[in-house]
């Protein structure tokens, strides 16, 4: 069973940038499609960004499109998500998660993810 701690998040300005990381344990990501969503107050949580096992394939949602990138170091068992020129939009928590089945493709459906991580908190001010 994996489990996934989200760190990096905070209070920043408009146009700054930040790194959000999520370390996993008790089992390798290394086989297992992972990805980034984000919860704001009275919103659904929505999809961010995916990457596949290898790291050779990512997706994203248009609102984040040429501005975030997902990445992972399978190694250091680590997801990372670089979040540059932020909006107040952008304003959330961000989970990270992970497929419960191993490699497959990369997926924006939040239902195709089992295990969550507890969130990190992104402010972003005008």
């Known amino acids: 069973q994996a489990r996934l701690v989200e760190s990096g998040g905070g209070l920043v300005q408009a146009g700054a940038s930040l790194r959000l990381s999520c370390a996993a344990s008790?089992?390798?990501?290394?086989?297992?499609?992972m990805a980034w969503f984000r919860q704001a107050p009275g919103k659904e949580r929505e999809f961010v960004a995916a990457?596949?096992?290898?790291?050779?394939?990512?997706d994203y949602a248009a609102s984040v499109k040429g501005r975030f990138t997902i990445s992972r170091d399978n190694a250091e068992n680590m997801l990372y998500l670089q979040m540059n020129s932020l909006k107040p939009e952008d304003t959330a928590i961000y989970y990270c998660?992970?497929?419960?089945?191993?490699?497959?493709?990369?997926?924006?459906?939040?239902?195709?993810?089992?295990?969550w991580g507890q969130g990190t908190q992104v402010t972003v001010s005008s």
């Open positions: 998660a992970e497929r419960a089945n191993m490699f497959g493709s990369t997926s924006s459906d939040r239902n195709e993810y089992y295990y």
């Open positions: 008790r089992r390798p990501i290394s086989n297992y499609n």
């Open positions: 990457i596949s096992w290898t790291g050779g394939n990512t």
